[in-house]
């Protein structure tokens, strides 16, 4: 499947600068494992060493926060957008 | 009519109201709980009187004590919710506030009597909450109540919106509300999990996320401890984020059935009608979403009258939710 990454401004830097990235993978797992194999950098900053997401990263599939959908086995269809964002305060609060 | 001894006496039961003309579904009723009917003008109100309370009962605050001051880092609602019952109780409170708020939130707080300490606008939320930490450390005689992680705040919730909720609203399958330091979805969330286990409760991000840039790196993130305490990640049955642009669309809309929300109150409308995307044809559903101030503190972002393309320009600077 090939899906259409955002990557929040904390991240462009050990991704080259980029904001959004044309990825491949069936599953959200396998699109960040992907991407930390082609931007070494990045590692640690997406999937924990068990390979589950790093606590202050937030993935969302269509606006759709992932780890409501099943985490890093969430399924990615064809041309599915997906947002990385960090995890930050926020809110009317 | 009825007669009050105290404005903290007219803090909660607010009123809901059927926007279902708003739904997508004909088989899905919507409901919106109005929190801008607090004296203060949101559900923070619950929130402060909560936190206070507690304060108070645990001897951190003394009532009549003079020279009694508190420090709260906050984009808005809650300081003046505070600002507000301090202001009865006769304390004294700085809040730690992003200097990218609307200016209407800037004076209301100044109305209440408030302090008002700038954190960097660029950090957004993330750095008034370390900025008041930082200053709390350095005056231990400062009371820091510390929503994002004061049990009170979903206390709140817990004995007043949920039970509210479910007596108005018997029926109520599914309930949406926003995600800030997460006490709402907390409280009334376990409220009505524990009374009807199948009820959907859904969660609401604003795009903060996109428009902080203050993070050095991903371990500068924040997760508010309260929805690590109430172990939010199995409370929650979604969270679903809604971007600006849609925000401000569905604020517009809500004036469709006489509503005038604050733009985060958009949000959690598209995040309802999201929702009623997701009943079958088939099933009934009612989903109870919360409203959490009006709009008259965000007048001047010109959200209902200027052109949605400079509105959503000016949210990526500017702290709208």
């Known amino acids: ?93 | 009519m009825a007669r009050f001894g105290s404005v903290l006496d007219l803090i909660g039961n607010t009123p809901v109201v059927d926007v279902s003309q708003l739904s997508p579904k004909a088989n899905v009723t919507i409901l919106a709980k109005l929190e801008g009917r607090n004296p203060a003008g949101s559900v923070k109100d619950r929130v402060a009187r909560s936190m206070i309370d507690a304060a108070e009962r645990d001897g951190l605050l003394i009532p009549s004590k003079p020279d009694q001051i508190l420090i709260e880092p906050s984009s808005g609602n809650t300081g003046i919710a505070l600002a507000m019952v301090c202001r009865l109780r006769g304390y004294h409170l700085k809040v730690v506030l992003p200097t990218n708020v609307s200016p209407e939130r800037k004076q209301l707080l100044l109305a209440y009597g408030a302090e008002i300490i700038d954190s960097p606008g660029s950090e957004g939320s993330n750095g008034a909450v370390r900025l008041a930490q930082f200053l709390s450390e350095d005056n231990p005689e400062w009371v820091f109540l510390y929503q994002y992680a004061n049990p009170a705040n979903p206390l709140a919730h817990y004995q007043t919106t949920g039970p509210e909720i479910l007596a108005d609203v018997p029926e109520i399958t599914h309930f949406v509300a926003g995600l800030g330091t997460s006490g709402t979805l907390m409280g009334v969330g376990r409220y009505l999990k524990e009374r009807r286990p199948g009820i959907q409760i859904w969660a609401i991000e604003p795009p903060s996320g996109e428009i902080v840039d203050g993070l050095r790196n991903l371990d500068d993130g924040y997760i508010p401890p309260i929805f690590t305490d109430n172990h939010g990640e199995e409370l929650l049955d979604r969270k679903v984020i809604v971007r600006a642009r849609e925000s401000i669309e569905w604020t517009r809309r809500l004036t469709e059935v006489g509503l005038f929300s604050g733009l985060s109150s958009g949000a959690i409308m598209a995040g309802a009608v999201k929702c009623a995307l997701t009943i079958d044809d088939d099933e009934s559903a009612t989903i109870v979403a919360v409203v959490a101030d009006d709009g008259w503190k965000y007048l001047s972002t010109g959200a209902w009258s200027d052109d949605i393309d400079d509105v959503v320009e000016r949210a990526r600077t500017i702290i709208y939710f």
Do not use: C
């Not at chain 1, 606006?63 to 997906?82: H, M, Q, T």
């Open chain 1, 1 to 93: 499947m090939s899906a259409v990454l955002r990557v929040p401004t904390v991240l462009r830097p050990a991704l080259g600068g980029v904001s959004v990235i044309a990825v491949e993978g069936s599953t959200v797992g396998e699109v960040l494992l992907k991407l930390t194999a082609t931007y070494p950098a990045i590692k640690g900053q997406l999937l924990n060493d068990d390979g589950t997401l790093h606590r202050f990263l937030n993935v969302y599939v269509n606006d759709d926060d992932v780890r409501y959908l099943g985490g890093v086995e969430a399924s990615i269809a064809n041309d599915d957008e997906i947002t990385l964002l960090p995890a930050v305060a926020g809110g009317v609060w």
